[in-house]
T-cell receptor, first 114, second 114 residues
Framework: KNQVEQSPQSLIILEGKNCTLQCNYTVSPFSNLRWYKQDTGRGPVSLTIMTFSENTKSNGRYTATLDADTKQSSLHITASQLSDSASYICVVSVGEKYGNKLVFGAGTILRVKS | DTAVSQTPKYLVTQMGNDKSIKCEQNLGHDTMYWYKQDSKKFLKIMFSYNNKELIINETVPNRFSPKSPDKAHLNLHINSLELGDSAVYFC?????????????FGNGTRLTVT
């Protein structure tokens, strides 16, 4: 069964600190892995998309890693800001011949406090 | 200059009523989607349209009917609303279905059925 699991479920950190969010998946065949940021009351916004051949991708203070062998990804946030408080959703795309279904994780709720 | 806009933002209605949610994208994308986000925050695909043609129709009650008058619009009509329909509904678009195209989401419509 195609599944995406994220940990931790929620996280509180102090402004300026770094943090890492985890994503494990059992999707097959794998097409790509995406990280989205969802602010409260808003729609998700794409942060990164990584294919099988990419093992790291950055978007400003956000760096995503992908280990396709262990089927794990992480999202590292550097020097956190209050505006980073949001839900971070890991999404894995199932391969082309299956109609490119996206399998969503439940998200990690991050709260950055001053 | 909103990329994907959906209206209304909030919708409160009684069981048995019929309601519509409108969505428009000005990104020139070929593919549009409707997602449902339940109380556990999982996003689930409901429908996917490519150039006005239905390409994904997940297991959704036939009380839900999408309508795409042109490729920039994908409206969602819901008949005989039930309590379990209460959720946040997100419209999204992408350059094409599948591949590495990121999804661009609207800010959601919170539907409450009483």
């Amino acid at each position: 069964k195609n599944q995406v699991e994220q940990s931790p479920q929620s996280l509180i950190i102090l402004e300026g600190k770094n943090c890492t969010l985890q994503c494990n998946y059992t999707v097959s065949p794998f097409s790509n892995l995406r990280w989205y940021k969802q602010d409260t009351g808003r729609g998700p916004v794409s942060l990164t998309i990584m294919t099988f051949s990419e093992n790291t991708k950055s978007n400003g203070r956000y760096t995503a890693t992908l280990d396709a062998d262990t089927k794990q990804s992480s999202l590292h946030i550097t020097a956190s800001q209050l505006s980073d408080s949001a839900s971070y959703i890991c999404v894995v795309s199932v391969g082309e011949k299956y109609g490119n279904k996206l399998v969503f994780g439940a998200g990690t709720i991050l709260r950055v406090k001053s | 200059d909103t990329a994907v806009s959906q209206t209304p933002k909030y919708l409160v209605t009684q069981m048995g009523n019929d309601k519509s949610i409108k969505c428009e994208q000005n990104l020139g994308h070929d593919t549009m989607y409707w997602y449902k986000q339940d109380s556990k925050k999982f996003l689930k695909i409901m429908f996917s349209y490519n150039n006005k043609e239905l390409i994904i129709n997940e297991t959704v009650p036939n009380r839900f009917s999408p309508k795409s008058p042109d490729k920039a619009h994908l409206n969602l009509h819901i008949n005989s609303l039930e309590l379990g329909d209460s959720a946040v509904y997100f419209c999204a678009s992408s350059r094409r279905e599948g591949g590495n195209s990121p999804l661009h989401f609207g800010n959601g419509t919170r539907l409450t059925v009483t």
